[in-house]
């Protein structure tokens, strides 16, 4: 018989912390929703921007959602969970983060009712894995097919992705530059569309309208050209890429010089001279009017260079070197003796202007650019940065459509048709796993019912219309949120691409299930050395949206 006066062993330290069972789950799910909530109302052309003010004082204005979550440091574990959803968003399509994160929430929220009805966690987590499948296997089935040659429609959906954000007063200018930038990198490899969206670069300037926004054909470097008597503006530029210094290397070792008589020094200095005089001889010889150093230039090389007529920047970043080989045809040459005329690019126009404060090189009139530059405009910081994080929104949905070769509609159309579709594949089933299948697709309907609310209209007459809609079989039935009327998302040109809607339901659904099947969490104590192992305050204090 068991000893009644045994004494209860403790295997974790005094300072760790063990949550079990319900606790565990709902403190989980509480954080996740409140990071939902956190984002929430930025959804949509009516959404809502956050205002973020770091330790240092910085502001941050936005209604990017995975900017809005990188921004509050957010330190729950269940929490961060959600955060990664965006994060793997915004690298696999670059748009739809809020969108990822409020369906993560609220099939969380769905599950919990179903907790509350004491079905198992994993029967949860099993329908919703099944539910997830058959979204996916739908949603595709449902995408319509577009091509890169399709400009209206690529055009359409960059409209969409600015629309509701600091771009929207600008979005047609630069819908076009966008889509035009997309077709100037895209290659097409064994008959797939390849686009690399790291060839178009966004730059921002401040203190012009986003109106006065451009495409450079080519490259815009933030240097200028390193001497006054250097060209300013070179036409039908032969330009030279080098990855070596133009000036007398220093030797690897330390090495001492003795020198008896003056004209030793003097023999000392022409022979350096002479080092240098060669190197210019050797570009002009190549036939070079421009180059480009991704080290330092010696000052009696910089006049030198200015003598023949050929203007210089130094000090180019790795990336900036590579893009104006894509976009010059240029070869990156490492070893100045090696440098050939066959290695030179060309543009049509290189010119050095002053943007804003700063003096840029402008390398354009490519003949193929296979990499450019987006100059992107806004009057003050705030507007322009927000502008730049739309338009890098607008290059992720184009790329990604031009890439899967598939687009669906946008304003809450795909959703209202998957959850209607979902819940006939739930009669399928029987039991408990039938209501896990249907508490999917009503989590599914968060997105329009998000976008009704943030435009301000009732949201349960929107649904049931947009549900009444897709009932008659019109697939692209969606919310017009400026007047509340049900329109044809397609036909008004409200598209977004298909893998915006793929990522997110696989993330969403995939971090839900992770987080339903935790039924404990062990706080760690502290390390050896004072350092904790989780973050200070732990699981505790959590209600609403008191994480952040």
Known sequence: MADSNMQPIFIFPEDMKKTSGKDAQRMNIMAAKAVAQAVRSTLGPKGMDKMIVDSMGDVTITNDGVTILEEMHIEHPAAKMVVEVAKSQESAVGDGTTTAVILAGELLKKAEDLLDQNIHPTLVAKGYRLAEAEAQR???????????????????????????????NSK????????????????????????????????????????????????????EIVHPAMPRTIKNAKIALLDCALEIKNTEIETKIQINDPNQFEAFLEKEEKMLRKMVE????????????????????????????????????????????????????????????EDLGSAGLVREDKIGEEEMVFVEKCLNP?????????????????????????????????????????????????????????????GREQLAVNAFADAIEIVPRTLAENAGLDPIDTLAR????????????????????VVDAWKIGVIEPLKIKTQAIGSASEVAEMILRIDDVVMGGKKEGGMPRMPPGGMGGMGGEGMY
């Open 466 to 485: 947009l549900r009444s809609a897709h009932d008659e079989g019109k697939k692209w039935a969606g919310i017009d949120v400026f007047t509340g009327e």
């Open 172 to 223: 047609e200018k630069l819908a076009e530059l966008i889509v035009k930038a997309i077709k100037n990198i895209a290659e097409e490899e064994n008959g797939q569309i390849k686009v690399d969206i790291s060839n178009i670069k966004v730059e921002k300037r401040v203190g012009e309208p986003a109106e006065k926004s451009e495409l450079v054909d080519g490259i815009l470097i933030d240097k």
């Open 138 to 168: 739908l949603v595709r089935e449902m995408a319509e097919n577009v091509s890169l040659n399709d400009t209206s429609i690529l055009k359409s959906i960059a409209i969409t992705a600015m629309t509701g954000k600091g771009a929207e």
């Open 370 to 430: 296979k990499s450019v530059t987006l100059l992107v405009r806004g009057g003050t910081e705030h507007v322009a940065d927000e502008i730049k994080r739309a338009v890098t929104d607008a290059i992720g949905d184009i790329a990604a459509t031009v890439k899967n070769g598939k687009a669906v509609g946008g304003a809450g159309a795909p959703e209202i048709e998957l959850a209607r579709r979902l819940k006939q594949f739930a009669q399928g089933f029987k």
């Open 282 to 341: 050797k570009i002009s010889a190549a036939g070079a009017t421009v180059i480009f150093c991704q080290k330092g230039i010696d000052d009696m090389v910089q006049h030198l260079l200015a003598k023949a007529g050929i203007a210089a920047a130094r000090r180019l970043k790795q990336s900036d070197m590579e893009a104006l080989a894509r976009a010059t045809g240029a070869r990156i040459v490492s070893n100045l003796n090696d440098l050939m005329a």
